[in-house]
């Protein structure tokens, strides 16, 4: 093997990586949110170690004019390089033997970024999916996503801080910003947790609560919620 292909920084980007970059090279902010597409995205992990551990599942759904399309979703299981029993497949409920029957990232992640097309990529605490997707796309596909992302946890901070201000001058700094806590707080349909595609269904319903809660309170463009983001650390 040549040396240029084993070192990801030195390979040629793969067509989707090429392709994921021209989609993004004249990207504006200046629209309505209600005129970008949104895919709303959560990984299940074998851990949380950044250098070891690996992606075993992406689950996904697309937004489009503000509404969940049902109809696409994206949601694989993947068969890691370490496929030995440990507390993260207990916890997500996944099995070694369907990690084994499960394709590896090389085939699961070029559908993926195909699937993301020229979305704004969300997720809660989305900073860990973007770590671990750019990982896997480096090592495989010689390049990272473009895709500018958005943090529903940061954002419920930010509504959350907000509110505060306006009706109660200070926040209780020790409430919860756990996906499965805020959506019902805000009382919104539930899913069943640690599934990638059910975590990813309960995180669009709580990005669509916000971005509405934002929109009331003049968030109109993407422009206008990265200004916020500033000062309220809204997105990443």
């Given at each position: 093997m040549k040396l240029f292909e084993k070192i990801p920084w030195l390979r040629k980007p793969h067509p989707v990586i090429q392709?994921?970059?021209e989609?993004?090279?004249?990207?504006?902010?200046?629209?309505?949110?209600?005129?970008?597409?949104?895919?709303?995205?959560?990984?299940?992990?074998?851990?949380?170690?950044?250098?070891?551990?690996?992606?075993?599942?992406?689950?996904?759904?697309?937004?489009v004019n503000l509404q969940i399309e049902l109809s696409q979703t994206f949601h694989e299981y993947?068969?890691?390089?370490?496929?030995?029993p440990n507390e993260a497949t207990l916890v997500h409920r996944i099995t070694p033997q369907q990690l084994v029957a499960a394709p590896p990232m090389e085939e699961v992640l070029p559908r993926?970024?195909?699937?993301?097309?020229?979305?704004?990529?969300?997720?809660?605490?989305?900073g860990i999916d973007m770590h671990f997707?750019?990982?896997a796309c480096r090592r495989t596909l010689g390049g990272t996503l473009s895709n500018p992302s958005v943090d529903t946890?940061?954002?419920?901070?930010?509504?959350?801080?907000?509110c505060c201000r306006d009706f109660y001058g200070r926040c209780d700094t020790s409430t919860s910003y756990n996906l499965d806590d805020l959506?019902?707080?805000?009382?919104l349909p539930r899913f069943k947790p640690h599934d990638a595609l059910e975590d990813a269904l309960q995180t669009a319903y709580l990005f669509l609560f916000l971005v509405k809660k934002l929109k009331d309170g003049g968030i109109r463009t993407l422009k206008d919620l990265y200004r916020s983001g500033r000062t309220l650390g809204l997105v990443s």
């Open positions: 392709r994921n970059r989609l993004f090279a004249e990207f504006s902010q200046a629209r309505p949110l209600g005129e970008y597409t949104f895919v709303v995205c959560d990984t299940e992990l074998t851990g949380l170690n950044r250098r070891r551990d690996e992606i075993i599942s992406i689950g996904a759904v697309r937004i993947i068969r890691p390089e370490n496929i030995d993926f970024v195909e699937f993301l097309g020229d979305a704004l990529l969300v997720g809660h605490f989305v997707l750019n990982k946890m940061r954002l419920a901070r930010g509504y959350k801080e907000a959506s019902r707080e805000f009382n």
